[in-house]
């Protein structure tokens, strides 16, 4: 463990020209029909170069994928490259469950990418944290400078804490106004404490704050109470669905905040919503009242298909 917290703190005190964007744009959607209220499916590659060509304009620098998200690090990658914007984005990307070879893994990475190192490597299961094998390997990616930073992506409160207590430099945890877990840990002051980046996933759920009640399908009929008492929440501060759900991430303050977009249109709002003044802080309390306790089969989408 020691030896794990001197690297981070050595990577640290070493300082970037530019600052990574607050806003982080996944690529899950380029190369998977992802998300609940998704009725675009996967982008064409000029809807996907578009999409980013959008972001990148509205000030994002900075964007997630991983080798298990289809033809995304492919996609990623060919525009970077014709963007000539090797040197001017922060890529994250994510090492696929139980690999055997850590670095073959990265290098494969960096190949469909089309870059010499990466911002941040991080594992996609959060069992591979408890694997030392897995772990040394990671480490040695970090040591052969295929990337600046790495870490893990957790669902479980108890795997984000583990990952912390190994001295990870990112860490990538779900976190929306219905997903409360973290809060009741206390896990984002313990993140900062121990100087780790958080980069908080889902703030719409997958879009299901992003929905009408009555667009629910009957296996999430268990979440129309909920999503029903949020939009009341939202409309009586005259916010709407989804600059609820953004704002309500962004004042809790994780270090960045990964979302999904399937269109331009959908990203230039996102990028709006945080360039305006943030709303008073009153409706952030009700909310937080409201959704204390909401049951894990609505709050964890790989849950979602087991609801009856």
């Not at 990577?11 to 996944?26: D, E, F, Q």
Request: hydrophobic letters at 40%.
């Amino acid at each position: 463990m020691r030896g794990w917290r001197n690297h981070r703190k050595k990577t640290r005190n070493s300082k970037n020209v530019m600052a990574k964007s607050k806003l982080v744009l996944g690529t899950v959607q380029f190369g998977q029909d992802y998300g609940i209220n998704n009725t675009e499916g996967i982008p064409t590659k000029g809807e996907a170069f578009a999409l980013l060509d959008a972001a990148r304009k509205g000030g994002i620098n900075t964007f997630d994928t991983a080798a298990a998200y289809g033809a995304a690090e492919e996609v990623l990658g060919e525009w970077i490259t014709t963007r000539d914007l090797a040197d001017t984005v922060f890529i994250v990307s994510k090492m696929k469950a139980n690999a055997p070879d850590v670095r073959r893994e990265v290098e494969a990475s960096l190949s469909r990418l089309g870059l010499q190192r990466l911002d941040g490597y991080l594992l996609h299961s959060p069992q591979d944290l408890y694997v030392e094998s897995i772990m040394r390997g990671l480490r040695a990616v970090k040591d052969a400078g295929l990337a600046l930073h790495i870490g893990v992506s957790v669902y479980e409160k108890t795997d984000a804490r583990r990952a912390i207590e190994l001295g990870v430099d990112y860490i990538q945890v779900p976190y929306n106004v219905l997903d409360r877990r973290l809060d009741a840990a206390d896990f984002f002051t313990f993140a900062k404490k121990n100087g780790v980046t958080v980069f908080a996933r889902s703030p719409f759920l997958q879009g299901l704050l992003l929905m009408k009640p009555e667009e629910l399908p009957p296996h999430l009929f268990a979440a129309r109470p909920h999503l029903v008492r949020f939009i009341e929440i939202a409309e009586s501060y005259g916010l709407s669905q989804l600059e609820a759900s953004l704002l309500y991430v962004y004042s809790h303050a994780p270090d960045h905040i990964v979302f999904g977009a399937n269109t331009t249109a959908q990203v230039k709002q996102i990028i709006g919503v945080l360039q305006r003044e943030p709303a008073q802080a009153s409706w952030i309390k009700e909310m937080e009242d409201a959704f204390r306790n909401v049951e894990e089969e609505i709050i964890d989408p790989r849950l979602w298909k087991k609801i009856q």
